[in-house]
């Protein structure tokens, strides 16, 4: 609410055009939400024909990409409205107001500079692509990849024109808000005698002006002209100076998209000159054609068109068949949830507000030990991050090109494993301790005898839920659909449920787009930024150091891989999970597949198996303290009197507990590959 009335009372500064960009930042945003639907509508048609009618299209693939692309970057402005960027703000919180006004400065002013540099060279590329028609070359041979470095261009300048009128509110001075709308002409300006260049030719009025700012460009921006040559400190040295740059960005609360991108363009700036800027944007357009990252938004999509339909609701109260007359049955029953949960959803912090408003008032209510009851909470819906389909194993199968399918296979052994540690833990204390929980005759003593029962309509929807999620994920596991094809079906298996449940309506689906459109817009940024960063970075023989830089520690393979781990604990402490993946899993990843032989596994199934230890070790940062996200977002809906350090003290049984089942992963590996290797063999 707070943040609503800001950004209400700043839309009424800076004048008639700074209104203007809003309203098209917010009209974009909430109106490419609807290009989800449709593109689970095309894969689900796509799913029809082939597997129905055995006549696959040619067309499905594209047309899914064209408007997934177009959602991510057409909803910059809005996530740049609502300032919904991810950034680090730990310490970004710390400071006092001042402090942080400088730090928005600074932050704001350096995304300008990134956005302005890759602008400049990606409206090149995508004018070239337009003038040849530049086409995918495939069966169908539609335009994509003009479209693409089009739709890139569009969502780039919107982000910039936002954060430009962001960067004139800023300031209080009437003049510096002029100053900074000037800027804003001025960079537009340029970019039209770009397109006059490109159209009317070197020899016209448009093309001698651009040459001579690029001429400017590339003596004022070439480091050799100042006698600079980074290649002659060597990689070891650079990637030192390069992470310490990084992380002195991100503790000032930058968004993290910016700060990847800011440093992908001054290392194409030192070490290839304003020529550079090509390879930036080429890795910034590479990430429009991933196909599986098109599996994000639409498994984002069901999961929130479940959560609204009120069926965790309904799961809890249909689960409680599973409680028994055991002690602590309702902590079986919870658990029970969050595994049916985390294969709805995907997507951990959801499942933990779910579980925070169903399960935690119930358990407080019948009397079970608090600390017992919050950590099994966070716990159990921490599992969304293991239990397929897990948004986290998407983006590392994308980063560390691993088969999607085989990571899901491979999470889902680990994942019950570790609700069965939580189960067992809570049962062993209870029944030591009962004054710990009660049983069923007791809460039913407590109740007075009453039983709350589930409408028809209510188990059906239950039951849906379930044979839903077999399906999906079914379908994955058999190989029958790709994980994309998968969550298209998936949501319109959601509508049905919400509809059984006499939910669904427009209303619903319109703020499930909207909030999958806001989700997806927080993440894409920060993943294109650190693509371009890490494409840049192993260009420059990054990968090779990292590779060398391991091979020479002496350690065994099993050590090697706990020093990663280990670099992956202290990272989360303070580091966005998506923003360690992206910077961590292209340089370990290669060196896991290296040691595969002497782990006695294809580097294949190893750099598999390291996924599972990786997401493992992610679900431990979710909980541990004093970050945790989940003990934060537990605390956002538990009752007044639960305070964080409450909920901190309260993980720290579960954190054991899952530091137990990571090691038994590591050591026994065929707890995470035994499925994935039955299923696909070869």
């Excluded at 090109?401 to 609700?419: E, H, K, Q, S």
Aim: proline content about 4%.
């Amino acid at each position: 609410m707070v943040a609503a009335t800001e950004v209400q009372s700043q839309e009424r500064r800076g004048g008639a055009f700074a209104t203007s960009v809003d309203h098209v930042s917010r009209f974009l945003g909430l109106a490419v939400g609807n290009l989800y639907i449709l593109c689970a509508i095309v894969t689900l048609y796509e799913v029809i024909a082939r597997y129905a009618f055995n006549s696959p299209t040619q067309w499905a693939f594209e047309v899914v990409m064209v408007l997934c692309a177009t959602a991510w970057m057409l909803s910059a402005g809005f996530v740049t409205l609502q300032k919904r960027h991810i950034g680090i703000t730990v310490f970004y919180l710390m400071a006092s107001d001042r402090v942080r006004w400088w730090l928005d400065l600074f932050a704001m002013v350096v995304g300008v500079f990134a956005l302005y540099m890759l602008i400049s060279d990606t409206l090149i590329r995508a004018l070239d692509s337009i003038d040849l028609v530049e086409r995918a070359g495939t069966g169908w041979n539609s335009p994509l990849p003009m479209i693409l470095k089009t739709v890139l261009v569009a969502g780039l300048f919107i982000y910039l024109l936002q954060l430009l009128v962001n960067l004139s509110r800023h300031f209080q001075s009437r003049a510096l808000e002029v100053g900074v709308l000037a800027l804003t002409a001025l960079i537009v300006l340029r970019y039209l005698i770009q397109i006059g260049h490109h159209y009317m030719g070197g020899d016209s009025f448009f093309g001698q002006i651009d040459e001579a700012i690029n001429a400017f460009g590339n003596t004022v921006l070439n480091p050799r002209e100042y006698g600079i040559n980074v290649r002659e400190y060597g990689i070891g040295v650079v990637s030192l100076g390069i992470v310490a740059v990084l992380l002195l960005l991100m503790m000032t609360g930058m968004p993290l998209g910016i700060v990847t991108l800011i440093i992908s363009v001054v290392c194409a700036f030192l070490f290839f000159g304003p020529k550079g800027l090509y390879l930036v944007s080429t890795n910034a357009s590479g990430l429009l054609e991933k196909y599986p990252l098109v599996a994000v938004p639409l498994f984002v999509l069901m999961a929130t068109i479940l959560e609204r339909a009120g069926i965790a609701e309904d799961l809890f109260d249909a689960m409680s068949i599973f409680a028994g007359n055991l002690r602590g049955g309702v902590a079986l029953q919870t658990t029970i949830v969050a595994v049916i949960l985390a294969a709805m959803s995907g997507v951990m912090g959801g499942e933990i507000v779910m579980l925070g408003l169903v399960a935690l008032p119930q358990l407080l209510r019948l009397k079970y030990d608090r600390k017992l009851a919050i950590g099994l909470i966070c716990a159990a819906g921490a599992l969304a991050t293991l239990i397929p389909p897990s948004i986290v194993m998407i983006v590392y199968g994308l980063s560390a090109d691993v088969a999607i399918g085989d990571l899901f296979a491979a999470g889902f052994i680990p994942g019950l494993m570790l609700a069965t540690f939580y189960v067992t833990y809570v049962l062993v204390r209870c029944n030591l301790n009962p004054a710990l929980a009660p049983t069923a005759s007791e809460i039913a003593a407590m109740q007075g005898g009453e039983t709350h029962g589930l409408s028809r309509d209510r188990m059906l929807a239950v039951l849906l839920c379930i044979l839903l999620i077999a399906c999906v994920m079914g379908s994955i596991y058999a190989g029958i659909a790709s994980v994309t094809e998968a969550a298209g079906v998936g949501v319109f298996g959601a509508i049905i449920v919400a509809a059984v449940r006499h939910k669904f309506s427009y209303e619903l689906l319109r703020d499930s787009l909207a909030n999958t459109m806001g989700v997806v817009g927080t993440i894409i940024w920060l993943i294109l930024g650190a693509v371009a960063f890490v494409g840049l970075y192993n260009l420059i023989g990054g990968a090779d150091f990292m590779r060398s830089l391991f091979a020479g520690l002496g350690l065994s393979p099993l050590g090697t891989v706990f020093v990663m781990m280990a670099i992956l604990v202290v990272l989360g402490t303070f580091m966005e999970w998506i923003a360690i993946i992206f910077i961590t899993v292209p340089v370990f990843a290669p060196v896991v597949r290296d040691l595969g032989p002497e782990l006695g596994m294809e580097p294949s199934w190893a750099a598999v198996w390291f996924g599972i230890l990786f997401v493992m070790n992610i679900q431990i940062y979710f909980l541990s303290p004093p970050f945790g996200p989940a003990c934060f977002w537990l605390k956002s809906v538990a009752p007044k009197d639960i305070s964080l350090q409450e909920i901190f003290i309260s993980v720290l049984p579960f954190i054991v507990l899952q530091i137990i089942g990571m090691l038994l992963v590591m050591f026994i590996p065929e707890i995470a590959l035994w499925l994935p290797q039955m299923l696909n063999p070869t």
